[in-house]
């Protein structure tokens, strides 16, 4: 079944065992590695696993952190499981953040830490802490692998490898967390011993079942009925979108539904501002059922439109835990595409609500023309983004300001770190989309976020693909202008905005990357399409005062929400 027989000692084979195992039975075609003496054994193993078998790609990076998020972004454009691999101690401990987003977006990582034996453990040996229950609740399984022995034969170890790493596949797919000791040797030898005996017992392997549970059928539906795109994968939205076009049923599109950025009839354009407009939200409030797939939804007015909804609302999604936080929506576990081709629709009336959605989005044209701002950056991206590239909108202010006003056309796709939300680790996961995306990526993310990931910047400058960092520098978080903590007084600046003086002109020069400051929407028009048509990473920096766009929001709504709007 293996490549190989021979090894220099049972650390060596024993590794081996394990990238095999994580090939052939559960697709893994890409390994992260972090540095590391401890790690030697797995690191060897991994690179004479790929030379035998070229599908194999090797990922390096000098920060575990960004590393981790390099991986998920890899996951999130393959829709495979993806392999990390790290020495012991405190590298192990900077997987976390990205295992958190993760599990809550049932992301397949798996994170193998090389370890030292249990009889260094407790003892004052160096780098050496207890790394079992590190990620806490935020795994889906977790295996403690004893030290290699060859009393523990290769078909032992590979039933214990495959039985955690079947967590990976499913409906409740996430992270799991293999911790691997090595006594030393820790490197190979020229001499090579014959370990077919060893090998003997090793199986073939079986991996998880993808599959989710068949659909219950769905009765009782009136009409008017309000389809709701949450977070989608690409099949899940074709399913949506292909039920709106069969019965004429609106479709309410967040920027992580696959949906929101693509023209058509039912997919109801910058949705958000329908909830801003007297006439939108007279029209909402005759809906009388909806149903909502996916969840994790970016837009506040929404949420808030969804919290108060009299009528009745499901929830369908692949994955069995809840996704919606005012409890409220009747949940469904299902398979989305297969529940919308067995959906029976009674016919739907008009609403009005595509022709007021398209009135309201033209509206958007002449209002964010009056200033160059973070809103007009964020409608110039999504005119002028090419078609087969795709789009992270970084959380916090970015996200939000893709999600109101974006202007819909090729329905590109778009990458979103909505599990938990954090803005660490977007560069990093872009970068990894990026490295199997051939189409390219536009990152658009705010000053604190870059700054939060500047090491990654290294693997930006990788990117064998076009690569567009747009980062808003506002001086600090501009989020918090649109919160309450601006109500703070003298608080406000110090422990909440963080203004920090700082550009990135400098970390551009430092990383070898492609620069510009445009200062106007007709220079950024230019310098954008300039990076999208240029292989490798561009950051182009957009430098913006702190409060200008809460300001700007704050006028914008209340322009539209006049009748007429504009």
Same mark, same amino acid.
């Given at each position: ?10 650390? +060596?084979?024993w ?23 401890r ?7 991994a690179? %004479?696993?790929?030379?035998d078998?070229?599908?194999?790609s090797?990922? /390096?990076?000098?920060?575990?952190r ?20 790290? *020495?012991?101690?405190?590298a ?11 599990f ?37 399984g ?51 011993e ?7 017992d ?12 068949? !659909? ?5 539906l ?25 019965f ?24 958000d501002?329908?909830?801003?407009? !007297? ?6 409030? *005759? ?26 609302r ?41 022709s007021?959605?398209?009135q309201?989005?033209a ?6 023309? +009056? ?7 964020? %409608? /110039? ?100 202008n ?12 110090a422990?909440?905005?963080l !203004? ?5 002109q ?15 929407a007709?220079?950024?028009?230019? &310098? ?10 561009t ?7 702190p ?11 209340? %322009?539209?929400? &006049?009748?007429?709007?504009?």
């Amino acid at each position: 079944m293996l490549n190989h027989t021979r090894f220099s000692h049972i650390n +060596e084979a024993w590794a081996y065992v394990l990238m095999d195992r994580l090939h052939r039975v559960h697709g893994v075609q890409d390994l992260c590695i972090a540095p590391g003496s401890r790690s030697a054994p797995l690191v060897l193993a991994a690179d %004479r696993y790929r030379r035998d078998h070229p599908q194999v790609s090797l990922h /390096i990076h000098f920060d575990e952190r960004g590393l981790a998020f390099f991986a998920l972004g890899v996951a999130k454009s393959r829709r495979r499981p993806v392999a990390i691999f790290t *020495t012991s101690g405190t590298a192990v401990a900077n997987l976390h953040p990205a295992m958190v987003e993760a599990f809550e977006d049932h992301l397949p990582l798996v994170a193998i830490s090389a370890d030292r034996p249990e009889e260094l453990h407790g003892c004052g040996a160096n780098q050496t802490i207890n790394q079992m229950g590190l990620f806490a609740t935020h795994l889906r399984g977790e295996l403690r692998l004893p030290a290699p022995d060859q009393t523990w034969s290769a078909g032992r170890l590979g039933r214990e490898v495959d039985g955690v790493l079947r967590r990976l596949h499913g409906v409740d797919a996430g992270p799991v967390h293999i911790n691997a000791p090595f006594r030393e040797p820790l490197y190979g030898a020229l001499n090579r011993e014959d370990f077919s005996a060893w090998l003997a017992d090793l199986e073939e392997g079986v991996p998880g079942d993808p599959r989710p549970p068949n !659909p219950p059928p769905l009765s009782g539906l009136e009409q008017p009925l309000l389809l709701v795109a949450g977070r989608l994968e690409a099949d899940e939205a074709e399913a949506v979108l292909a039920l709106g076009q069969r019965f004429g049923i609106p479709i309410v599109a967040d920027i992580g539904s696959q949906l929101r950025l693509r023209r058509d009839p039912v997919v109801l354009e910058a949705p958000d501002l329908l909830f801003v407009n !007297p006439r939108g939200r007279a029209a909402l409030d *005759t809906v009388k059922q909806v149903l909502q797939f996916g969840g994790r939804l970016t837009g506040r007015r929404l949420n808030q439109w969804l919290s108060v909804f009299a009528g009745r609302r499901w929830l369908i999604s692949r994955h069995s835990g809840g996704l919606d936080p005012d409890h409220k929506a009747v949940p469904i576990q299902a398979d989305i595409p297969t529940f919308c081709r067995q959906l029976l629709v009674p016919p739907q009336p008009e609403l009005g609500l595509a022709s007021l959605a398209r009135q309201l989005n033209a509206c958007l044209d002449g209002l964010l023309a +009056e200033h160059f701002s973070e809103l007009a950056a964020a %409608r /110039i991206l999504s005119e002028e983004i090419p078609p087969s590239m795709a789009l992270l909108p970084g959380n916090s202010l970015s996200i939000r300001l893709v999600d109101m006003l974006a202007h819909p056309r090729f329905g590109n796709r778009c990458v979103t770190n909505r599990g938990a939300s954090g803005i660490d680790g977007l560069v990093a996961t872009a970068c990894g989309f990026a490295r199997r995306h051939p189409g390219g990526l536009t990152l658009l993310l705010g000053d604190l976020s870059l700054l939060h990931d500047l090491n990654s910047l290294a693997l930006a400058a990788r990117a064998t693909v076009p690569l567009v960092i747009v980062v808003l520098n506002n001086d600090g978080g501009g989020i918090f202008n649109l919160l309450p903590a601006r109500k703070q007084g003298a608080c406000f600046e110090a422990l909440f905005q963080l !203004p920090h003086g700082l550009d990135f002109q400098h970390a551009a020069a430092q990383f070898g990357l492609a620069y510009a400051c445009p200062g106007s929407a007709a220079a950024l028009r230019g &310098a954008y399409v300039q990076a999208c048509s240029r292989t490798g990473c561009t950051l182009i920096e957009l430098r913006f005062p702190p409060a200008q766009s809460a300001e700007l929001l704050e006028a914008l709504t209340q %322009r539209l929400g &006049a009748d007429p709007p504009c």
